[in-house]
């Protein structure tokens, strides 16, 4: 399973956007649904909003079963919470603290994310994510 990030997911449909080839690559080599969090989503929409044909062909990717949201418990609002002043140097967003705390719960290793800061983010584990696209 991957967890992907919300610049990925605006990538993909921004035709514009610096990455959006080489996201189109990284998708091809991959296994749907992608998993992400409401808040990734949230935040993707809203850098589509720009465009509400983006945010529609988004919305059908969603709909076609692509993407997995996942929903965040009181549990995980407290793990992300933990994160966010854990990596208040960077700042740790929302959206990424979500990422982390689902793919600790989730154990999922890989991270679809165009955010250097996924380098410096840890699992509980201590272990580094994976991270894609490779070159990034």
């Known amino acids: 399973m991957v967890a992907v990030d919300a610049g990925p997911i605006v990538a993909l ?12 690559e990284v998708i091809k080599s991959l296994r749907l649904p992608l998993t992400t969090t ?10 589509l909003s720009f465009s509400w044909q983006l945010q529609d062909a988004l919305w059908e990717f ?3 079963g692509n993407l997995m ?9 407290r793990e992300c919470r ?27 290793r890989t991270v679809f994310t165009l955010d250097k800061d ?5 699992k509980k584990n201590k272990k580094h994510f994976k991270l894609l696209p490779r070159e990034f």
């Open 13 to 24: 449909f921004d035709k514009s956007d610096d990455y959006h080839t080489i996201c189109h």
């Open 38 to 47: 409401l808040p990734a989503l949230t935040e993707a929409f809203h850098l």
């Open 62 to 64: 969603v709909a076609g």
């Open 69 to 77: 949201v996942y929903n965040l418990d009181t549990s995980l609002f």
């Open 82 to 108: 933990k994160l966010m002043q854990k990596y208040r140097d960077l700042p740790m967003d929302f959206a990424d603290a979500s990422l982390v705390a689902v793919s600790d719960k989730e154990n999922i």
């Open 118 to 122: 996924f380098k410096v983010y840890r």
